[in-house]
T-cell receptor, first 112, second 113 residues
Framework: DAGVIQSPRHEVTEMGQEVTLRCKPI?????LFWYRQTMMRGLELLIY????????DSGMPEDRFSAKMPNASFSTLKIQPSEPRDSAVYFC??????????FGQGTRLTVV | GNSVTQMEGPVTLSEEAFLTINCTYT??????LFWYVQYPGEGLQLLLK?????DKGSNKGFEATYRKETTSFHLEKGSVQVSDSAVYFC????????????FGKGTHLIIQP
């Protein structure tokens, strides 16, 4: 398996623009997680899905953030409108029940 | 709630030095404990794990023992290499599919030749 695949690896956008981050989990995994990593706050869990259903989105910072998982092999994290303070590395991870999580390589987002 | 505290970095060592990165946790129930490693420009990779008290996780020369009495999971390596330079994250998971991992803030390790 190719592991968790995220795209794009890097994204630079202007403030106010919409940004969409993409994730393909490992085939067969039933949990998918979105994390944000910053120097100040470390790794924060934003939202996670079980069997494509959002279970806990309490970590989503604002209504500008939304996440979807239309099927078992694809998820998106959208920021609209983006702001400079959204600049961070966003990680997607997936796992099977009761196993460790596997992380993608992340998307480095820069909002200017 | 759950939390993980680990020593702040950067930690700078010479090659072949002994490494300890401290990690303590607060959790409800009996969590599983993990160390993840992040190499520059990469995602997180699982380094080792322990699922119950007194278990020792080990991989690539690294070890960590689950100490329930001190709520700790310190990472150790007897002789570090330049290639061990990375950011190390201690994490816990209370299981049952209920939560994502709770991470510490990470410790940046720099090994000098």
């Amino acid at each position: 398996d190719a592991g968790v695949i995220q795209s794009p690896r890097h994204e630079v956008t202007e403030m106010g623009q919409e940004v969409t981050l993409r994730c393909k989990p490992i085939s067969g995994h039933d949990y998918l997680f979105w994390y944000r990593q910053t120097m100040m706050r470390g790794l924060e869990l934003l939202i996670y899905f079980n069997n494509n259903v959002p279970i806990d989105d309490s970590g989503m910072p604002e209504d500008r953030f939304s996440a979807k998982m239309p099927n078992a092999s694809f998820s998106t994290l959208k920021i609209q409108p983006s702001e400079p303070r959204d600049s961070a590395v966003y990680f997607c991870a997936s796992r099977l029940s009761n196993t460790e999580a596997f992380f993608g390589q992340g998307t480095r987002l820069t909002v200017v | 709630g759950n939390s993980v505290t680990q020593m702040e970095g950067p930690v700078t060592l010479s090659e072949e030095a002994f490494l300890t990165i401290n990690c303590t946790y607060t959790a409800t129930g009996y969590p599983s404990l993990f160390w993840y490693v992040q190499y520059p420009g990469e995602g997180l990779q699982l380094l080792l794990k322990a699922t119950k008290a007194d278990d020792k996780g080990s991989n690539k020369g690294f070890e960590a023992t689950y100490r329930k009495e001190t709520t700790s999971f310190h990472l150790e390596k007897g002789s570090v290499q330049v290639s061990d330079s990375a950011v190390y994250f201690c994490a816990l998971w209370t299981g049952g599919g209920a939560d994502g991992l709770t991470f510490g803030k990470g410790t940046h390790l720099i090994i000098q030749p």
